[in-house]
């Protein structure tokens, strides 16, 4: 029985491993049987159809940025503290991603800004950004930017932090790295009042409401979990007394 349908569009996935044959795209290593592992879907090379690149929850969360819980299917199926690990993930995650830019004097004059679409001159700074959405089955693809052009599109480009803690910073020549901090100085400050805010939401007791989703989304994963260990004629059976269509 399959739980979900991949034909279903989302462009990430998450689920107990059901096995412990999987391998995690990311370190290599073999995900456990029952393990919670979240999927980017990406283009099956030989067919029309989309497959899922299995990854440890961390090793997931080191390269993709799901935007929300909305865009990751299979969420509401997991058990209550799974969800939650998630959910901070994902608000948490945007402070930490140096690694996903990059800043270098353009090796040719032959790639294009990602915002307008011009040529950048060979020998003038460019910056990058990795892009996850991109990914064919191959990693991430490298998105270039004019530096104005990132500096316009700084916040959905994601980037937080200052201008010099882009890797490969220090191996502009002085007068572009002051170019770099100048137009790009630390938003954290907003960010940090922002995750501020979290904490106290988390320090703060849980109420009525978030006890009783807790419970429903425990006892929603309890009932799927038994069904999976079903025989089909037991599962046939159930849907008979219950009045349910048998497909
Ligand atoms: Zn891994
Ligand atoms: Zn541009």
Redesign the pocket.
Known sequence: MKPFDFRVEHRYYAEYSKSSRSA?K??K?NIDKGELRLAIMVQNRFSDRQQPDW??F??FFKTYHPPSTADIGHFNNLKFDDQKKIESMIETQPANNASDFSVEYAKSGKSKCKLCEELIPKNEVRISKLDAEADMGYGPVKRWFHVDCFVSSRNELEFQLSGDKIPDYSMLEDKDQKMIRNKLPSLSRKHKAQKENGSEAAKRPKDDDEIALKKQSDLLYNHISEIEKMKRTDIVRLLEYNNQHVP
């Open positions: 995690c990311k370190c290593s990854h440890h961390d090793c």
